[in-house]
């Protein structure tokens, strides 16, 4: 591995670590919080809530705002599932070499729509008025980095040339990601769940919509 | 919980304080996970109605996270402009104390468009808790509040008098029964249910001829169900209010206590109660269910060929959002009218009246409430019908004030009223 290799891969490392204490970090405080049970007798099954949650709950048409935003909801797919893909990616990527050209090719193809559409999250915020007065510097930041990174995992998984800087901006993201917006998803599961054990144990959430 | 008045705190510290003890997991949770995707602002009735950031719910949320992430986020702390902190800590504050209150009825519907499921209500509620002990809680709720407690401590003040009035109410469930056996039992032990109903007669007349119909064991007590320190998010004055009920089922040792069609009133003593007195000994249940089951089992019987108007039915929050009741009105209303139209959307994703969460007590708001009610105008409008059911009493006022505003030339009506129309 020479000089150009080690730097960036050492980035990768460094920011690997900062991101996973960062995560455990978050989750035990977020566990010392405390948590009130309901204690009020069940109406349905409150495990049944969070299955819905996590499947039902999330289609297209159990969600109005899916429905009549369905471009941004196929955005917000794509983008998510770029993420957790090239995220995997960034682990095989030493073995790069070794993987076909099929796979590569369909993983340039998915993490160059993803940062397509992660750019398109510029204009989408800055068109908006209520979004730009809203949205903060953490929030550009957080798009631009994440767009960087599916950005140059699609260039690395055509071109291995590519790798360093993939590394490099993977370490910048890692390190940043608990830190900023981009920790959401780590709530992402704790939110689906309290949805389901709340609504569902109170029988609101529905298995079929009129 | 304790004002600003009676701890001698200045109010930055009693929001910092309080908002540090309520953020429990869950509402964490809702603070962190919005990314600002602004896909639930039209989910929400007030900016449908007046489509302005204000009323956008993630506008709402997002100042209160603000003071979230200026007191206890690192990042909020070191660099708050980085993470949108740009207004003082007390401007965020004033700011908030009038959205928590005036432009968001907790209707938990934002919460069903958002992606991951951000519960806006639950920030907007510890922001009323913040709100309430900061001394910024409209005066109006506070004294409702405050004379809900009052009546329990001068009950036997009251006592004679409501025995007096109730009797008078029962003359007229005899008259229409036509049967002098009639009763509007009043605090009898051994019932096998303790009604709660409003502060007024509407909420007991139909109920009691429903109750002799299906020949129920049942009794009224001294106190009702609304409890408006729900509204302030005071959780010691709600318990309060609310465990007037609970000791009197507990002395006349009812098996369930079965809750007016009240929104508030349901929720709190199905869902929030045990909360604060641990598991219930009895059962609780709201009169939709109880006039649901007489229907279902034959104990009573309606004609729907009494009642030929189109009809339609507005969800409360409370009780179909949050309380999951979204079955039993309709069962209801399908056996006692013959033209029922449904409103689009309904159930889960119905629009709230725009008045819930206490805006309709306050006459101040009444514009404000008349706007954010245009949406649910509109619904009633495009059913064509001529008679709304709704299973809340302060929606019914809304439906009946909406129509007054836009001309609707609607009648509000509950499911028990429409129940006795259509007594077979």
Not at chain 1, 84 to 93: G, M
Not at chain 1, 126 to 132: F, G, H, K
Not at chain 1, 145 to 172: E, M
Request: charged share 20%; with cysteine.
């Amino acid at each position: 591995m020479s000089i150009l290799q080690m730097v960036p891969a050492g980035i990768a490392l460094v920011g690997a670590v900062i991101f996973v204490v960062g995560v455990v970090y978050i989750l035990v405080a977020a566990q010392r919080r405390p948590y009130l049970s309901e204690l009020a007798p069940i109406k349905r099954s409150p495990g049944l809530g969070v299955v819905y949650a996590f499947t039902l709950g999330m289609a297209p048409w159990a969600k109005e705002s899916a429905r009549r935003h369905w471009i941004a909801y196929i955005r917000g797919i794509i983008i998510h599932v770029g993420i957790f893909v090239a995220a995997a990616f960034l682990i095989a990527s030493p073995w790069l070499a070794q993987m076909v050209l099929p796979l590569r090719i369909s993983l340039a193809a998915l993490f160059g729509v993803g940062a397509v559409l992660g750019m398109a999250g510029f204009r989408i915020r800055l068109a908006d008025p209520t979004m730009r007065l809203l949205s903060t510097p953490d929030d550009y930041f957080s798009l631009a980095l994440v767009t960087l990174f599916l950005a140059s995992g699609a260039a690395s998984a055509i071109k291995p040339d590519f790798l360093p800087a993939f590394w490099a901006i993977s370490g910048i993201t890692l390190a940043y990601a608990p830190f900023g917006k981009i920790k959401h998803f780590i709530y992402f599961a704790y939110e689906r769940v309290f949805i389901g054990l709340f609504f569902g144990r109170r029988g609101v959430l529905e298995w079929t919509h009129e | 919980m304790s004002s600003t008045v009676e701890t001698g705190k200045d109010k930055l510290t009693v929001a910092r304080e309080m908002l540090g003890n309520l953020v429990d997991r869950r509402v964490l949770t809702a603070l962190e996970v919005c990314v600002r995707c602004g896909i639930c602002t039209e989910s929400c009735h007030y900016y449908q109605s007046n489509p302005k950031t204000e009323h956008t719910p993630y506008y709402r949320a997002e100042m209160v996270r603000r003071l979230y992430r200026r007191f206890f986020d690192p990042m909020g702390r070191a660099f708050p402009r980085w993470v949108g902190v740009k207004e003082s800590t007390n401007e965020i504050l004033s700011k908030l104390a009038e959205i928590a209150f005036a432009s968001c009825t907790l209707c938990h519907r934002c919460t069903f468009a958002c992606p991951f499921g951000v519960e806006t209500a639950e920030i907007m509620r510890i922001m009323r808790s913040i709100a309430t002990a900061t001394d910024n809680a409209p005066e109006m709720l506070v004294e409702l509040a405050n004379a809900a407690i009052a009546k329990e401590e001068n009950a036997e003040l009251f006592r004679d008098i409501y025995r007096d009035q109730v009797k008078e109410l029962e003359k007229e469930v005899q008259d229409r029964l036509g049967s002098s056996k009639a009763r509007i039992p009043v605090e009898e032990k051994g019932a096998r249910m303790l009604y709660v109903p409003l502060a007024g007669a509407h909420t007991i007349i139909p109920q009691a001829i429903l109750f002799n119909a299906a020949k129920e064991s049942w009794t009224l007590g001294m106190f009702e169900s609304s409890n408006y320190a729900v509204f302030l998010a005071d959780d010691i004055k709600s318990k309060r209010i609310t465990g007037r009920v609970i000791k009197e089922a507990q002395k006349l040792n009812t098996e369930e206590i079965i809750v007016t069609e009240c929104g508030h009133g349901y929720t709190t003593m199905r869902w929030e109660a045990p909360k604060w007195f641990g598991q219930l000994p009895f059962r609780v249940r709201s009169i939709l269910e109880v006039v649901d089951e007489y229907v279902r089992e034959g104990r009573i019987h309606l004609d729907s060929s009494k009642n030929g108007q189109p009809t339609t039915y507005h969800d409360s929050c409370n009780l179909g959002r949050k309380g999951g009741i979204f079955d039993e009105p309709r069962r209801v209303i399908r056996a006692a009218v013959k033209d029922f139209r449904e409103m689009t959307p309904n159930r889960l994703e119905s629009y709230c009246c725009g008045a819930g969460s206490g805006l309709v007590a306050e006459p101040e708001w009444m514009d404000i409430r008349m706007q954010a009610g245009k949406l649910k105008a509109e619904q009633v409008q495009h059913t064509g019908a001529s008679l709304v059911i709704t299973s809340c009493d302060n929606c019914r006022q809304q439906i009946g004030d909406l129509s007054e505003h836009y001309g609707l030339n609607v009648e509000a009506s509950s499911v028990s009223e429409l129940a006795v129309k259509a007594l077979a």
